[in-house]
């Protein structure tokens, strides 16, 4: 076991609806699908962005597209119109996600 | 098979790109999206000045340059960009058709404004409680602006088998916009699950222009060729809800299975229950085959019937706002700047201005990225050649975030040293709009279809 950066393995996009920020995470091989699947968790998710993310996040799987989706609930100061954030619409929280450090 | 572009993602979109769509390769609708939440509230204070106003000018300038080309070419256009007042734009647009002495059908969409129903559907019994916390629209009446239904792409379609050549409509889902031409072209019926399902995943594909076709994208985007002239999407649909996604010869950028994924998870929720207003859309049954060439190949889409409801979007002013920013410089660029923020904080705290929020980032640290990139290592830190100091404050007093606009500036000259004030002047303040999104039984709106001008 090695530790590697996501941005390695996936890339991302994300967006945002209201005060939710939504991460697509997709891998950038097949095989490396299950390797995301058993490491990058909603739990992992929620630490990650501790102190970003004030509700819970959820994790929704897609092996057809090797890619996760996870929903990051209270985790825009408001929302696009409301936050006060440089980034309001979480377009960045893609990259942000690609810091995380996992177990290969 | 039918080939469907998109030329604007969003109000604010590149003017050309719809230009292009038309003139570089052959397509036989083109569809606009114009319409952000926030844009709705744009386009009322433009109203509340002007009763001509309320939707998107820079539709009707469109068609004024390509009508010519639109009309040899017969290319049909949909487009969102009636906003709050779909008859003035159509008025515009068959204004400036007759002023090129050319005949045009233009049909709008209506029926999606329940602003003026909100009382009445209160007393009802209709709470439209918000969809996020559940509470009751009641709570929020007197602030509320305006409130409009998501339409789906039926009534467009109606407008296109009444043969407008263009359709103006007011709120519609974005993907309706796409999905509209393949019920009128294939004649999909209500029960088309599928099918359905398939237009509204090829609609989501290509709603937000360039971001499916190497805009930001994030796989090898050093090597995705001309950017400059990046080519805008187009969808080849086929009866069977089959479908590519490509875009003209010859324009920059890329449509790989890589960008086409990341615009798919763009803006979704649970993937197996995308709702919209024609059906329940499942992304975890889309494959996807590079079939050619900036080509990406879609089958084997499912859906589920529609639900009961539509949603509804209901604007309100939620207070005010303002962010200030100042640059600091090496040396000590960081602490300089969190000195200022201390700074600041503590003689908004002596005015006695209280604040719902104060927001404090640091641009050129870790803004963006804040706590999942932690802050500058002690080695990195001493040697940064500038940080950018932005401050926003938000409030239901716009007395106190006027006062908060005047305390930047001061700082340049009464703070701490080697600090710009980014020639920005003094910040604005602005009025807040924040959004309601709540839902509506389908059995209290009904969109209304008509045609200009009319066939007598």
Redesign the interface.
């Known amino acids: 076991m090695a530790k590697r950066r996501l941005v390695e393995l996936a890339h991302a996009r994300s967006g945002d609806k209201g005060d939710l920020v939504n991460i697509g995470l997709i891998t950038k091989k097949p095989e490396d699908y299950p390797i995301l699947v058993r490491e990058v968790t909603a739990e992992r998710v929620k630490e990650h962005f501790v102190g970003v993310c004030k509700g819970a996040v959820e994790r929704f799987e897609l092996p057809n597209l090797g890619a996760l989706n996870f929903l990051l609930h209270e985790a825009l100061d408001g929302g696009g119109t409301v936050a006060l954030k440089a980034d309001p619409q979480g377009k960045t929280y893609s990259t942000a996600l690609l810091r995380m450090e996992i177990e290969v | 098979m039918i080939r469907i572009a998109n030329g604007q993602g969003f109000w604010g979109d590149s003017l050309q790109a719809p230009v292009e769509q038309i003139r570089r390769g052959p397509i036989d609708y083109l569809t606009l999206d114009y319409l952000a ?2 844009t709705m ?1 744009i386009l009322q204070k433009q109203r509340a000045r002007d009763p001509q106003a309320g939707y998107a000018r820079d539709f009707v300038e469109l068609i004024a340059r390509v009508l010519p080309d639109l009309k040899d070419r017969r290319i049909r256009v949909i487009a969102n960009a009636g906003g709050i007042n779909p008859m003035g734009c159509r008025d515009a647009v068959l204004e400036a058709a007759a002023r090129q002495n050319i005949k045009v059908k233009v049909a709008t969409v209506t029926g999606d404004d329940i602003t003026d129903r909100l009382d009445q559907f209160l007393k009802r019994g209709i709470q439209l409680k918000n969809m ?1 916390t559940g509470e009751p629209l009641s709570a929020i009446q007197a602030q509320v602006e305006r409130a409009n239904v998501y339409f789906g792409a039926f009534p467009v379609a109606e407008a296109l088998s009444q043969g407008a050549e263009i359709v103006i409509t007011g709120r519609v889902a974005d993907a309706a916009l796409t999905l509209a031409p393949m019920i009128h072209e294939f004649g999909w019926k209500e029960t088309d699950w599928d099918k359905l399902s398939a237009g509204v995943i090829a609609g989501h594909a290509i709603e937000c222009g360039a971001q499916v076709t190497g805009g ?1 994208c ?2 090898d985007w050093e090597t995705i060729p001309n950017l400059a002239d990046i080519g805008y999407p187009i969808v080849e649909a086929e009866p069977d809800g089959t479908f590519c996604v490509t875009k003209h010869a010859g324009t920059g950028g890329r449509v790989t299975v ?1 960008s086409v ?12 229950q995308y709702i919209t207003p024609d059906c329940v859309a499942d ?6 085959d590079q079939a050619g060439p900036d080509r990406v190949r879609f089958t084997g889409i499912r859906g589920r019937p529609a639900t009961n409801y539509y949603k509804v979007s209901a604007s309100f002013t ?1 207070g005010y ?1 303002a ?1 200030g920013s100042l640059v600091y410089t090496w040396p000590d660029a960081y602490k300089k700047a969190r000195a200022a923020d201390q700074i600041l904080r503590q003689r908004l705290g002596n005015l006695g201005l209280r604040f719902d ?1 104060i ?1 404090t ?1 640091f ?1 050129g640290a870790n ?7 932690g802050e500058p290592t002690p080695e990195i830190e001493p040697h940064l050649p500038e940080v950018v100091l ?1 401050v ?3 409030s239901e007093n716009r007395a106190a975030v006027e006062r908060f606009t005047r305390e930047i500036a001061p700082l340049v000259l009464n703070g701490p040293p080697g600090v710009s004030g980014l020639g920005l002047g003094r910040p604005r303040v602005e009025e ?4 309601w ?1 709540a839902l509506i039984p389908k059995t209290e709106v009904r969109p209304e279809v008509a045609i200009w001008p009319s066939e007598g």
Do not use: M, W
Request: aromatic share 6%.
């Open positions: 939440e926030v509230s996020d930001n994030q796989v890589e994924k990341e615009q798919l998870l763009y803006e979704i929720g649970d993937p197996a992304f975890t049954t889309v494959q996807l939620a706002k962010i929020a927001r980032e641009l803004a963006c990225h804040s706590i999942p990139a932005r926003g404050v938000r807040i709009v924040a959004f999104p």
